[in-house]
Antibody
Framework: EVQLLESGGGLLQPGGSLRLSCAAS????????MSWVRQAPGKGLEWVSG????????YFADSVKGRFTISRDNSKNTLYLQMKSLRAEDTAVYHC????????????????WGQGTTVTVSS | DIQLTQSPSFLSASVGDRVTITCRAN??????LAWYQQKPGKAPKLLIY???TLQSGVPSRFSGSGSGTEFTLTISSLQPEDFASYYC?????????FGGGTKVEIK
């Protein structure tokens, strides 16, 4: 069964840092682009970042550019999101998700999602 | 960045109704448009990809259409389990973006 399981969320103060993890299983992890998508309380979905299967190419939403980095360890089938200089507006449930076909460009949807991990930024 | 404008943001409908949700992009998407369903407290679920292709296991009452910059998700006969939020997403270019969402509630 294809599965994604996020971890690492928590409560922290503005300006803090946190690293989220996403453990993948049931598919050839290194072949697929992965994304992080977040949802603030009562709000819609926001794509945060994506990374190629090899890990050599990544993109970010303007709202997190320069503060967040994305990486992956294909030997451990794990995706990461390193978050720094956190703000109250980063409070959200963070989901990792998998592209539906192999490759970083030209996939058509995010077909598998984790249940999410909650990040709360508050003083 | 590509902007997606989804409408309506909220709609109230009855079981059996035909429901249409629209997603407009500020530039062409080359059919790289997906639709998701999300229920409270759950992860989003991919319904339709490549503008009109039904994801495996999704009931045939869901359909997608459109071209260029305007896209629609249609539910031909709304069922109780369809009351949820729906989002469009463009995958034509990075950064990927979502529409603002449509919440479908019971009338």
């Amino acid at each position: 069964e294809v599965q994604l399981l996020e971890s690492g969320g928590g409560l922290l103060q503005p300006g803090g840092s946190l690293r989220l993890s996403c453990a993948a299983s049931g598919f050839t992890f290194s072949s697929y682009a992965m994304s992080w998508v977040r949802q603030a309380p009562g709000k819609g979905l926001e794509w945060v970042s994506g990374i190629s299967g090899s890990g050599d190419t990544a993109y970010f939403a303007d709202s997190v550019k320069g503060r967040f980095t994305i990486s992956r360890d294909n030997s451990k089938n794990t995706l990461y999101l390193q978050m720094k200089s956190l703000r109250a507006e980063d409070t959200a449930v963070y989901h990792c998700a998998k592209g539906d076909i192999p490759g970083f460009y030209g996939y058509y949807g995010l077909d598998v999602w984790g249940q999410g991990t909650t990040v709360t930024v508050s003083s | 960045d590509i902007q997606l404008t989804q409408s309506p943001s909220f709609l109230s409908a009855s079981v059996g109704d035909r429901v249409t949700i629209t997603c407009r992009a500020n530039q062409g998407l080359n059919s790289y448009l997906a639709w998701y369903q999300q229920k409270p407290g759950k992860a989003p679920k991919l319904l339709i990809y490549a503008e009109s292709t039904l994801q495996s296991g999704v009931p045939s009452r869901f359909s997608g259409s459109g071209s260029g910059t305007e896209f629609t998700l249609t539910i031909s006969s709304l069922q109780p389990e369809d009351f949820a939020s729906y989002y469009c997403q463009q995958l034509n270019s990075y950064p990927l973006t979502f529409g603002g969402g449509t919440k479908v509630e019971i009338k």
